[in-house]
Protein backbone atom coordinates (compact mmCIF):
# COMPACT_ATOMS: atom_id res chain seq x y z
CA UNK A 1 0.00 0.00 0.00
CA UNK A 2 1.34 3.20 -1.23
CA UNK A 3 1.83 5.87 1.93
CA UNK A 4 -0.37 8.68 2.06
CA UNK A 5 -3.13 6.59 -0.51
CA UNK A 6 -6.30 7.75 -0.18
CA UNK A 7 -9.30 4.60 -0.04
CA UNK A 8 -12.22 6.18 -1.12
CA UNK A 9 -16.05 4.70 0.62
CA UNK A 10 -16.49 2.40 -2.24
CA UNK A 11 -13.19 1.01 -2.50
CA UNK A 12 -12.27 -2.91 -1.61
CA UNK A 13 -10.12 -3.96 1.05
CA UNK A 14 -7.78 -6.81 1.23
CA UNK A 15 -8.84 -9.25 4.09
CA UNK A 16 -5.42 -8.95 5.11
CA UNK A 17 -5.45 -5.09 5.52
CA UNK A 18 -9.20 -5.40 6.28
CA UNK A 19 -9.16 -7.23 9.87
CA UNK A 20 -6.28 -4.82 11.74
CA UNK A 21 -7.92 -1.83 10.03
CA UNK A 22 -11.27 -3.07 11.30
CA UNK A 23 -10.06 -3.15 14.60
CA UNK A 24 -8.45 -0.14 14.84
CA UNK A 25 -11.54 1.08 14.69
CA UNK A 26 -13.32 -0.88 17.09
CA UNK A 27 -10.52 0.47 19.58
CA UNK A 28 -11.41 3.84 18.90
CA UNK A 29 -15.04 3.82 20.38
CA UNK A 30 -14.24 1.01 22.55
CA UNK A 31 -13.99 3.20 25.91
CA UNK A 32 -16.13 5.90 25.78
CA UNK A 33 -19.15 3.56 23.78
CA UNK A 34 -19.06 1.12 26.94
CA UNK A 35 -18.91 3.70 29.12
CA UNK A 36 -22.44 3.75 29.16
CA UNK A 37 -23.82 0.56 29.64
CA UNK A 38 -21.51 0.80 32.81
CA UNK A 39 -23.65 4.34 34.08
CA UNK A 40 -26.91 2.45 33.14
CA UNK A 41 -26.16 -0.26 35.07
CA UNK A 42 -26.05 -2.73 32.23
CA UNK A 43 -23.95 -5.48 30.78
CA UNK A 44 -21.57 -4.08 27.91
CA UNK A 45 -21.94 -7.02 26.06
CA UNK A 46 -25.35 -6.06 24.45
CA UNK A 47 -24.25 -2.46 23.60
CA UNK A 48 -20.87 -4.49 21.62
CA UNK A 49 -23.86 -6.28 20.17
CA UNK A 50 -25.90 -3.47 19.20
CA UNK A 51 -23.24 -1.30 18.07
CA UNK A 52 -22.30 -3.80 15.75
CA UNK A 53 -26.01 -4.55 14.38
CA UNK A 54 -26.37 -0.83 14.24
CA UNK A 55 -23.48 -0.06 12.21
CA UNK A 56 -24.64 -2.64 9.35
CA UNK A 57 -28.14 -1.71 9.19
CA UNK A 58 -27.29 2.20 9.15
CA UNK A 59 -24.38 1.29 6.15
CA UNK A 60 -27.69 -0.82 4.52
CA UNK A 61 -29.54 2.24 5.25
CA UNK A 62 -27.58 4.59 3.22
CA UNK A 63 -26.84 3.04 0.55
CA UNK A 64 -22.70 1.75 1.62
CA UNK A 65 -22.15 6.04 1.08
CA UNK A 66 -21.51 7.20 4.29
CA UNK A 67 -18.85 5.53 6.40
CA UNK A 68 -19.66 5.81 10.18
CA UNK A 69 -19.48 3.84 13.24
CA UNK A 70 -22.69 3.84 15.47
CA UNK A 71 -21.40 4.02 19.29
CA UNK A 72 -23.58 4.65 22.24
CA UNK A 73 -25.38 7.84 22.63
CA UNK A 74 -23.99 10.24 25.28
CA UNK A 75 -26.86 12.71 24.57
CA UNK A 76 -29.58 10.25 26.75
CA UNK A 77 -27.43 10.19 29.86
CA UNK A 78 -28.98 12.87 32.17
CA UNK A 79 -32.95 12.12 31.29
CA UNK A 80 -32.11 8.70 31.34
CA UNK A 81 -30.71 8.31 34.35
CA UNK A 82 -33.89 9.91 35.61
CA UNK A 83 -36.01 7.75 34.80
CA UNK A 84 -34.14 4.78 35.93
CA UNK A 85 -33.90 5.70 39.24
CA UNK A 86 -37.80 6.38 39.13
CA UNK A 87 -39.24 3.52 37.34
CA UNK A 88 -36.43 1.23 36.19
CA UNK A 89 -34.59 0.98 33.16
CA UNK A 90 -36.99 -1.05 30.72
CA UNK A 91 -39.03 2.36 31.04
CA UNK A 92 -35.98 3.84 29.83
CA UNK A 93 -35.94 1.68 26.60
CA UNK A 94 -39.23 2.77 26.02
CA UNK A 95 -38.06 6.41 26.13
CA UNK A 96 -35.24 5.01 23.33
CA UNK A 97 -37.80 3.51 21.12
CA UNK A 98 -39.91 6.53 20.86
CA UNK A 99 -37.24 8.98 20.44
CA UNK A 100 -36.28 6.30 17.99
CA UNK A 101 -39.17 6.11 15.49
CA UNK A 102 -39.54 9.85 15.40
CA UNK A 103 -36.48 10.64 14.75
CA UNK A 104 -37.41 8.21 11.63
CA UNK A 105 -40.38 10.15 11.19
CA UNK A 106 -38.15 13.45 10.67
CA UNK A 107 -36.05 11.93 8.38
CA UNK A 108 -39.16 11.82 6.07
CA UNK A 109 -40.29 15.25 7.00
CA UNK A 110 -36.28 15.93 5.51
CA UNK A 111 -37.21 14.19 2.37
CA UNK A 112 -40.05 15.53 2.08
CA UNK A 113 -38.98 18.88 2.39
CA UNK A 114 -35.06 18.81 1.30
CA UNK A 115 -32.13 20.26 3.10
CA UNK A 116 -31.87 23.46 1.70
CA UNK A 117 -32.56 24.89 5.21
CA UNK A 118 -29.61 24.20 6.93
CA UNK A 119 -27.43 26.54 4.87
CA UNK A 120 -30.19 29.09 6.38
CA UNK A 121 -30.18 27.89 9.72
CA UNK A 122 -26.40 26.75 9.80
CA UNK A 123 -24.60 28.59 7.38
CA UNK A 124 -20.55 28.24 7.49
CA UNK A 125 -20.21 30.76 9.81
CA UNK A 126 -21.85 28.55 12.58
CA UNK A 127 -21.38 25.37 11.28
CA UNK A 128 -17.46 25.62 11.58
CA UNK A 129 -17.40 26.41 15.04
CA UNK A 130 -20.13 23.65 15.77
CA UNK A 131 -18.40 21.12 14.32
CA UNK A 132 -14.95 22.14 16.12
CA UNK A 133 -16.78 22.08 19.30
CA UNK A 134 -17.83 18.49 18.84
CA UNK A 135 -14.29 17.54 19.51
CA UNK A 136 -13.00 20.48 21.48
CA UNK A 137 -15.57 20.01 24.34
CA UNK A 138 -14.54 16.42 24.64
CA UNK A 139 -11.09 17.07 25.13
CA UNK A 140 -11.33 17.49 28.83
CA UNK A 141 -12.92 13.80 29.04
CA UNK A 142 -9.89 12.71 27.07
CA UNK A 143 -7.46 13.91 29.73
CA UNK A 144 -9.66 12.33 32.59
CA UNK A 145 -9.72 9.18 31.14
CA UNK A 146 -5.86 8.99 31.36
CA UNK A 147 -6.23 10.61 35.30
CA UNK A 148 -4.73 13.76 34.15
CA UNK A 149 -7.19 15.60 35.89
CA UNK A 150 -6.74 14.11 39.64
CA UNK A 151 -5.42 16.07 42.45
CA UNK A 152 -2.80 13.35 42.74
CA UNK A 153 -1.59 12.54 38.98
CA UNK A 154 -0.58 8.40 39.21
CA UNK A 155 3.01 8.60 37.31
CA UNK A 156 1.99 5.41 35.70
CA UNK A 157 -0.84 7.31 34.22
CA UNK A 158 1.16 9.93 32.90
CA UNK A 159 3.84 7.48 30.86
CA UNK A 160 1.21 5.45 29.38
CA UNK A 161 -1.06 8.44 28.16
CA UNK A 162 2.42 9.64 26.78
CA UNK A 163 3.55 6.44 25.07
CA UNK A 164 0.31 6.06 23.41
CA UNK A 165 -0.18 9.75 22.22
CA UNK A 166 3.51 10.04 20.85
CA UNK A 167 3.23 6.65 19.12
CA UNK A 168 -0.31 8.04 17.51
CA UNK A 169 0.89 11.43 16.86
CA UNK A 170 4.79 10.43 15.52
CA UNK A 171 3.70 6.88 13.81
CA UNK A 172 0.61 8.89 11.89
CA UNK A 173 3.82 11.32 10.57
CA UNK A 174 6.50 8.87 10.22
CA UNK A 175 5.22 5.29 9.48
CA UNK A 176 5.09 4.59 5.74
CA UNK A 177 2.94 1.34 3.82
CA UNK A 178 0.02 -0.41 5.60
CA UNK A 179 1.66 1.10 9.17
CA UNK A 180 0.80 4.13 7.84
CA UNK A 181 -2.82 3.42 8.02
CA UNK A 182 -2.78 1.74 11.37
CA UNK A 183 -1.26 3.88 13.82
CA UNK A 184 -3.49 4.44 16.14
CA UNK A 185 -3.48 0.53 16.30
CA UNK A 186 -0.23 0.55 16.86
CA UNK A 187 -0.68 3.04 19.55
CA UNK A 188 -2.98 1.30 21.13
CA UNK A 189 -1.10 -2.40 21.41
CA UNK A 190 1.98 -0.07 22.54
CA UNK A 191 -0.16 1.24 25.08
CA UNK A 192 -1.48 -1.83 26.49
CA UNK A 193 2.07 -3.56 26.56
CA UNK A 194 3.22 -0.24 28.73
CA UNK A 195 -0.02 -0.10 31.26
CA UNK A 196 1.14 -4.01 31.51
CA UNK A 197 4.99 -3.39 32.29
CA UNK A 198 2.94 -0.56 34.82
CA UNK A 199 0.86 -3.32 36.61
CA UNK A 200 -2.13 -1.54 35.63
CA UNK A 201 -4.24 -4.55 33.73
CA UNK A 202 -6.09 -7.01 36.10
CA UNK A 203 -5.74 -10.20 34.53
CA UNK A 204 -7.77 -11.51 36.64
CA UNK A 205 -11.00 -10.36 34.94
CA UNK A 206 -10.13 -12.06 31.83
CA UNK A 207 -9.52 -15.56 33.73
CA UNK A 208 -13.02 -15.35 35.47
CA UNK A 209 -14.73 -14.37 32.29
CA UNK A 210 -16.64 -17.17 30.53
CA UNK A 211 -15.54 -18.39 27.12
CA UNK A 212 -19.05 -17.65 25.48
CA UNK A 213 -21.62 -15.99 26.91
CA UNK A 214 -25.00 -15.03 25.44
CA UNK A 215 -25.76 -10.61 25.46
CA UNK A 216 -28.48 -10.04 27.86
CA UNK A 217 -31.49 -8.87 26.17
CA UNK A 218 -34.33 -7.03 27.61
CA UNK A 219 -37.48 -5.91 26.50
CA UNK A 220 -38.91 -2.02 27.12
CA UNK A 221 -42.03 -0.92 28.67
CA UNK A 222 -43.89 1.98 28.19
CA UNK A 223 -44.88 4.80 30.27
CA UNK A 224 -46.26 8.58 29.09
CA UNK A 225 -44.21 10.33 31.83
CA UNK A 226 -40.86 8.31 30.82
CA UNK A 227 -41.18 9.16 27.13
CA UNK A 228 -41.59 13.08 27.86
CA UNK A 229 -38.44 12.76 30.24
CA UNK A 230 -36.68 11.31 27.22
CA UNK A 231 -38.30 12.63 24.11
CA UNK A 232 -36.36 15.99 23.99
CA UNK A 233 -33.19 14.27 23.40
CA UNK A 234 -34.22 14.56 19.99
CA UNK A 235 -33.21 18.20 19.31
CA UNK A 236 -29.90 17.12 20.77
CA UNK A 237 -29.52 13.95 18.56
CA UNK A 238 -30.47 16.02 15.47
CA UNK A 239 -28.24 18.93 16.28
CA UNK A 240 -25.48 16.15 16.61
CA UNK A 241 -25.76 14.00 13.77
CA UNK A 242 -25.92 16.88 11.50
CA UNK A 243 -22.19 18.67 12.61
CA UNK A 244 -20.96 14.66 12.35
CA UNK A 245 -22.38 14.34 8.80
CA UNK A 246 -20.58 17.56 7.57
CA UNK A 247 -17.33 16.93 9.24
CA UNK A 248 -17.13 13.49 7.71
CA UNK A 249 -18.33 15.09 4.41
CA UNK A 250 -15.27 16.83 3.96
CA UNK A 251 -12.56 14.63 5.34
CA UNK A 252 -13.96 12.30 2.90
CA UNK A 253 -14.35 14.66 -0.24
CA UNK A 254 -18.20 14.12 -0.81
CA UNK A 255 -21.33 15.56 0.30
CA UNK A 256 -23.08 13.55 2.49
CA UNK A 257 -25.77 15.64 3.39
CA UNK A 258 -26.62 15.21 -0.57
CA UNK A 259 -25.31 11.94 -1.51
CA UNK A 260 -27.04 10.03 0.15
CA UNK A 261 -28.69 12.06 1.96
CA UNK A 262 -29.46 13.39 5.40
CA UNK A 263 -32.56 11.67 5.20
CA UNK A 264 -31.09 8.30 4.83
CA UNK A 265 -27.76 8.98 6.95
CA UNK A 266 -30.67 10.23 9.73
CA UNK A 267 -33.02 7.20 9.38
CA UNK A 268 -30.19 4.64 10.07
CA UNK A 269 -28.86 6.24 13.01
CA UNK A 270 -32.23 6.64 14.55
CA UNK A 271 -33.82 2.98 13.12
CA UNK A 272 -30.52 1.62 15.30
CA UNK A 273 -31.74 3.42 18.39
CA UNK A 274 -35.26 2.46 17.82
CA UNK A 275 -34.08 -1.52 17.64
CA UNK A 276 -31.07 -1.13 20.50
CA UNK A 277 -34.43 -0.12 23.16
CA UNK A 278 -36.39 -2.88 21.61
CA UNK A 279 -33.97 -5.31 22.61
CA UNK A 280 -32.15 -3.96 25.99
CA UNK A 281 -29.29 -1.75 24.32
CA UNK A 282 -28.96 1.90 24.71
CA UNK A 283 -29.29 4.38 21.65
CA UNK A 284 -26.56 4.93 19.22
CA UNK A 285 -24.71 7.74 17.55
CA UNK A 286 -22.30 8.46 14.67
CA UNK A 287 -18.96 8.38 16.79
CA UNK A 288 -16.49 11.61 16.53
CA UNK A 289 -13.81 9.09 17.49
CA UNK A 290 -14.14 6.89 14.47
CA UNK A 291 -14.67 9.85 12.59
CA UNK A 292 -11.40 10.93 13.83
CA UNK A 293 -9.84 7.84 12.70
CA UNK A 294 -10.63 8.29 9.09
CA UNK A 295 -9.03 11.55 9.20
CA UNK A 296 -5.77 10.43 10.42
CA UNK A 297 -5.98 7.66 7.90
CA UNK A 298 -7.35 8.58 5.15
CA UNK A 299 -8.94 5.07 4.76
CA UNK A 300 -12.74 5.95 4.43
CA UNK A 301 -13.88 2.32 2.81
CA UNK A 302 -17.09 1.38 4.80
CA UNK A 303 -16.05 -2.31 4.32
CA UNK A 304 -13.59 -2.03 7.00
CA UNK A 305 -16.27 0.05 9.27
CA UNK A 306 -18.81 -2.94 8.24
CA UNK A 307 -15.91 -4.92 9.27
CA UNK A 308 -15.32 -3.02 12.67
CA UNK A 309 -19.26 -3.61 13.09
CA UNK A 310 -18.75 -7.61 12.50
CA UNK A 311 -15.98 -8.06 15.13
CA UNK A 312 -17.88 -6.10 17.41
CA UNK A 313 -20.61 -8.39 16.82
CA UNK A 314 -18.76 -11.74 17.44
CA UNK A 315 -16.94 -9.65 20.82
CA UNK A 316 -20.70 -9.83 22.42
CA UNK A 317 -20.31 -13.49 22.50
CA UNK A 318 -16.81 -14.14 23.38
CA UNK A 319 -16.79 -13.39 27.14
CA UNK A 320 -12.35 -13.72 26.68
CA UNK A 321 -12.07 -11.86 24.15
CA UNK A 322 -14.81 -9.10 25.62
CA UNK A 323 -13.01 -8.80 29.12
CA UNK A 324 -9.76 -8.50 27.44
CA UNK A 325 -10.95 -5.19 25.37
CA UNK A 326 -12.44 -4.19 28.67
CA UNK A 327 -8.85 -4.26 30.73
CA UNK A 328 -7.44 -1.75 28.31
CA UNK A 329 -7.06 0.74 30.83
CA UNK A 330 -7.92 4.84 30.47
CA UNK A 331 -4.55 6.35 29.90
CA UNK A 332 -4.72 4.58 26.41
CA UNK A 333 -8.03 5.40 25.56
CA UNK A 334 -7.38 8.84 27.01
CA UNK A 335 -4.04 9.03 24.88
CA UNK A 336 -6.10 8.03 21.62
CA UNK A 337 -8.89 10.16 22.50
CA UNK A 338 -6.35 13.05 23.13
CA UNK A 339 -5.41 13.19 19.34
CA UNK A 340 -8.78 12.11 17.69
CA UNK A 341 -10.36 14.54 19.74
CA UNK A 342 -8.27 17.52 18.22
CA UNK A 343 -8.82 16.26 14.57
CA UNK A 344 -12.66 16.60 14.91
CA UNK A 345 -11.76 20.55 16.10
CA UNK A 346 -9.30 20.99 12.98
CA UNK A 347 -12.06 19.80 11.02
CA UNK A 348 -14.66 22.31 11.97
CA UNK A 349 -11.60 24.91 11.75
CA UNK A 350 -11.07 23.72 7.87
CA UNK A 351 -14.86 24.37 7.51
CA UNK A 352 -14.36 27.98 7.38
CA UNK A 353 -11.26 27.88 5.52
CA UNK A 354 -12.87 25.60 2.81
CA UNK A 355 -15.74 28.07 3.13
CA UNK A 356 -13.92 31.35 2.35
CA UNK A 357 -15.98 33.00 5.01
CA UNK A 358 -15.72 36.34 5.32
CA UNK A 359 -15.04 37.89 8.42
CA UNK A 360 -15.55 41.24 7.31
CA UNK A 361 -19.34 40.85 7.55
CA UNK A 362 -20.39 41.44 10.73
CA UNK A 363 -22.74 38.54 11.03
CA UNK A 364 -20.18 35.78 9.77
CA UNK A 365 -17.79 37.49 13.09
CA UNK A 366 -20.78 37.75 15.28
CA UNK A 367 -22.01 34.40 14.34
CA UNK A 368 -19.09 32.23 15.06
CA UNK A 369 -17.86 34.31 17.81
CA UNK A 370 -20.89 33.66 19.90
CA UNK A 371 -20.98 30.60 18.62
CA UNK A 372 -17.69 29.34 19.96
CA UNK A 373 -18.45 30.95 23.70
CA UNK A 374 -22.03 29.38 24.00
CA UNK A 375 -20.32 26.40 23.55
CA UNK A 376 -17.18 26.60 25.80
CA UNK A 377 -18.28 28.82 28.35
CA UNK A 378 -20.06 26.13 30.40
CA UNK A 379 -23.85 27.77 30.40
CA UNK A 380 -26.23 25.02 30.87
CA UNK A 381 -29.79 26.20 29.93
CA UNK A 382 -32.39 23.45 31.31
CA UNK A 383 -35.59 22.92 29.66
CA UNK A 384 -37.81 20.55 31.80
CA UNK A 385 -35.62 17.67 32.18
CA UNK A 386 -33.51 17.86 29.37
CA UNK A 387 -29.94 20.08 29.53
CA UNK A 388 -28.35 22.07 26.54
CA UNK A 389 -25.02 22.49 27.08
CA UNK A 390 -21.76 22.99 24.91
CA UNK A 391 -21.69 21.70 21.41
CA UNK A 392 -25.87 21.17 21.36
CA UNK A 393 -26.16 24.70 23.38
CA UNK A 394 -23.77 26.31 20.55
CA UNK A 395 -25.94 24.84 17.71
CA UNK A 396 -29.38 25.88 19.07
CA UNK A 397 -27.59 29.78 19.81
CA UNK A 398 -26.25 29.19 15.79
CA UNK A 399 -29.45 28.26 14.71
CA UNK A 400 -31.26 31.06 16.67
CA UNK A 401 -29.00 33.44 15.45
CA UNK A 402 -28.99 32.46 11.72
CA UNK A 403 -32.38 32.54 11.31
CA UNK A 404 -32.64 36.32 13.03
CA UNK A 405 -29.54 37.17 10.72
CA UNK A 406 -31.52 35.55 7.23
CA UNK A 407 -34.96 37.68 8.50
CA UNK A 408 -32.92 40.84 8.47
CA UNK A 409 -31.27 40.00 5.73
CA UNK A 410 -34.43 39.65 3.78
CA UNK A 411 -36.26 43.27 5.03
CA UNK A 412 -32.58 44.76 4.03
CA UNK A 413 -32.15 46.06 7.83
CA UNK A 414 -28.38 44.67 7.91
CA UNK A 415 -25.60 46.65 7.14
CA UNK A 416 -23.50 44.18 5.66
CA UNK A 417 -24.76 45.14 2.44
CA UNK A 418 -23.00 48.70 2.30
Known sequence: MESGKVIQVDEKVPFKLLVPLSIQHLFAMFGASVLVPFLFGINPA?????NGVGTLLYILITKGKAPAYLGSSFAFLAPAGIVISQMGYPYALGGFVVVGFLGCILAGLIYKFGTDWIDVVLPPAA??????LIGLELSSSAASNAGLLEEQVVPENVIVFLITLGVAVFGSVVFRGFLSVIPILIAVIAGYIASVFCGMVDFSVIASAPVFELPNFQTPKFNAQAILIILPVLLVITSEHIGHQVVTSKIIGRDIIKDPGLH?????????????GLIGSVPTTTYGENIGVMAITKVYSVRVIAGAAVISIVCSF???????IQTIPGPVIGGISFLLYGMIGASGIRILVDSHVDYGKSQNLILTSVTFVAGLSGIAVKIGNIQLTGMVLACVVGMLLS????LLDKFHLTNDAE
Open 403 to 406: LAFY
Open 318 to 324: IGKLSAV
Open 46 to 50: IVLFM
Open 127 to 132: MGPVVA
Open 264 to 276: RTLLGDNFSTMIS
